[in-house]
């Protein structure tokens, strides 16, 4: 068997794994896990981060050190956690799709909270103490004026954290999820000929779906930074 021959019998496998006659899995899988692991960890990283940045000092130092201690961890030893730890808990076994999934909220939760925190301080100072002049409270200012603003600057690095979800989900592999690397590794033992080739094919698709989306980024922020400067021009004008 030729290594087009290979492709041709399993790239349909590669792509959605079993499904539709069984479970999802390979790199359609990896995308959908990737998606649904920074969506769940957003709100958690935007409520870290305000708390990181509240004039709270017994909400923001236990905040402060739960980002550290997460931002410390291995991403493998939380999935670990999540996978053993949380059913001794809860006394109900998670499959290997929630598990990753909870693992991947908890860890981007954590380094999500220091975008929320950056994009935040990389606003004017006066916006706050011209918000709260005009007698908002910490939380309405926060949520009528700095949020807005600061989640429009965190939209790169919102999709550069995408970027980094994507290849932490080949974490999979060790709890036996059936995302896009494990599924290499078994055509791999089927076919056993050609390993070289099915797992240069392997890099060749995170290069180009991490690649596109580094782009994407890198595109996006310069358009933001090329509207920035006429927004600054119109609130001085209003002002």
Not at 88 to 101: N, Y
Not at 108 to 133: K, T
Not at 191 to 219: D, E, H, N
Request: glycine share 8%; proline share 5%.
């Amino acid at each position: 068997m030729t290594f087009l021959e290979v492709i041709d019998n399993y790239w349909l496998y590669f792509l959605v794994g079993q499904y539709p006659e069984g479970p999802l899995g390979g790199l359609a899988l990896t995308l959908l896990l990737s998606a649904a692991g920074l969506l769940a960890s957003l709100p958690m990283g935007l409520a870290l981060g305000l708390a990181r940045v509240s004039p709270w000092r017994a909400l923001r130092w236990p905040v402060t050190a739960l980002v550290y201690v997460v931002r410390g961890t291995p991403l493998l030893m939380v999935v670990f956690w999540a996978y053993f730890f949380l059913p001794s808990v809860t006394g109900a076994k998670t499959d290997q799709f929630t598990t990753m999934l909870i693992a991947l909220a908890l860890f981007n939760g954590a380094y999500l909270a220091e975008v929320v925190r950056a994009g935040i301080l990389g606003l004017p100072r006066g916006q706050m103490e011209s918000a709260r002049s005009l007698g908002l409270s910490w939380l309405q200012a926060m949520r009528g004026v700095i949020l807005p603003q600061a989640l429009r600057n965190m939209l790169p690095s919102l999709v550069s954290q995408f970027v980094m979800t994507i290849k932490e989900t080949s974490l999979g592999y060790i709890i036996g999820l059936n995302e896009v690397s494990f599924i290499t590794s078994q055509i791999n033992t089927q076919v056993f000929v050609y390993p070289v080739q099915l797992y240069l094919l392997l890099g060749l698709s995170y290069f180009t779906l991490c690649f596109s989306l580094s782009r994407f980024a890198y595109w996006l922020e310069r358009r933001l930074d090329r509207k920035a400067p006429s927004l600054h021009h119109s609130a001085s004008a209003v002002a």
